[in-house]
């Protein structure tokens, strides 16, 4: 059963450009995150986010930065893409248990 | 240096066969999850576990805080077991995300 929304599915961008994914959750849950796997299949956490609390992991470059509109969605924007930010996206929510999206690939050329 | 281990790397299977992946951890936990990857990418989550042994039809999972250990045990493979299988822990709250390891590739042949 899929809870965790994320759009587009697969984006192929230039080097320089902005880029921003969608994440949508229905499970009512207060915290949600966002991962990246990189080239060597490693899954690392870039963002935690909940009404109160952003968590920021300290290797994410500043060009990247989380978009809340609501406790519902968290969207992911990268200002002016670089080629090591060629990787899958991974949305996930969490009260404890956590759900993730089907990912976003991105690929910058 | 990594706070995941997983052990083996990747596993060539028959299908019917059995397997054992580890997933040993260098630091406390809070808790821990297993996942399932598919070759397309998405995550299915395939237990919590913080302490003890869990059962999910073929699955099973143990996980050993004291020896910051877990396991996940696959009876009968078959084909559709294919994938890479994650664990990754939850080291203070969750609202600070999951640490993973890099994953066991299992590949089961008919």
């Known amino acids: 059963e899929t809870a965790v929304f994320q759009t587009p599915n697969y984006h192929v961008t230039q080097v320089g450009n902005e880029v921003s994914f969608n994440c949508k959750q229905t499970?009512?849950?207060?915290?949600m995150y966002w991962y990246k796997q990189d080239s060597k299949k490693l899954l690392k956490i870039m963002f935690s986010y909940n009404n109160k609390q952003l968590i920021v992991n300290e290797t994410v470059p500043r060009r990247f930065s989380p978009q809340s509109s609501d406790k519902a969605h968290l969207n992911l924007r990268i200002k002016s893409v670089e080629p090591e930010d060629s990787a899958v996206y991974l949305c996930?929510?969490?009260?404890?248990?956590?759900?993730f999206g089907p990912g976003t690939r991105l690929l910058v050329l | 240096g990594q706070q995941v281990q997983q052990s083996p790397a990747s596993l060539v299977l028959q299908e019917g066969e059995n397997a054992e992946l580890q997933c040993n951890f260098s630091?406390?936990?809070?808790?821990m999850q297993w996942f399932y990857q598919r070759p397309g990418g998405s995550l299915v989550s395939l237990f919590y576990n913080p302490s003890g042994t869990k059962h999910s039809g073929r699955l099973t999972s143990t996980t050993v805080i004291k020896e910051r250990r877990s396991s996940l045990h696959i009876s009968s493979s078959q084909t559709t077991d294919s994938g890479t299988y994650l664990c990754a822990l939850v080291l203070n709250n969750y609202a600070q995300g999951l640490t993973f390891g890099l994953g066991t590739r299992v590949s089961v042949f008919p």
């Open positions: 630091t406390s936990l809070n808790s």
């Open positions: 499970l009512g849950h207060d915290t």
């Open positions: 996930a929510s969490s009260q404890g248990f956590q759900y």
